[in-house]
């Protein structure tokens, strides 16, 4: 389990990122390059990295179910992902 600090700071960011992305669009769209770097750092979507939903692990993630390839496993093998079979041959 990450810090809930860490945590709390993607969230954060994901939330600036949403808030100025009309702005930030009609500004690199003009080439108001002055204005932009007025802008917060943090809503940038390049400042945000990927997190498991569950956990908060950073590494190891899956674009496609939005948690780490720990809990991935778990729940697979749970049966609580469906359509996820371990494969065998």
């Known amino acids: 389990m990450a810090k809930k600090s860490v945590i709390a700071r993607e ?6 990122c ?3 992305a009309e ?4 500004l690199k769209a003009a080439g108001d390059y ?3 770097d007025k802008l917060p750092r943090n809503s940038s979507p390049v400042r945000q990295h990927n997190r498991c939903q569950l956990t908060g692990r950073p590494k190891g993630y ?8 720990v809990k ?12 996820i079979t371990k494969a065998s041959w």
């Not at 969230?11 to 600036?16: D, E, G, Q, T």
């Not at 702005?23 to 009609?26: F, W």
């Not at 899956?62 to 390839?69: L, V, W």
């Not at 991935?72 to 359509?83: E, H, S, V, Y």
């Open 11 to 16: 969230i954060k960011r994901a939330r600036l």
């Open 18 to 20: 949403a808030k100025f």
């Open 23 to 26: 702005k930030r669009k009609a």
């Open 34 to 36: 002055d204005a932009l």
């Open 62 to 69: 899956m674009r496609k179910f939005a948690i780490c390839r």
């Open 72 to 83: 991935f496993r778990q729940m697979a093998l749970d049966g609580k992902i469906p359509g």
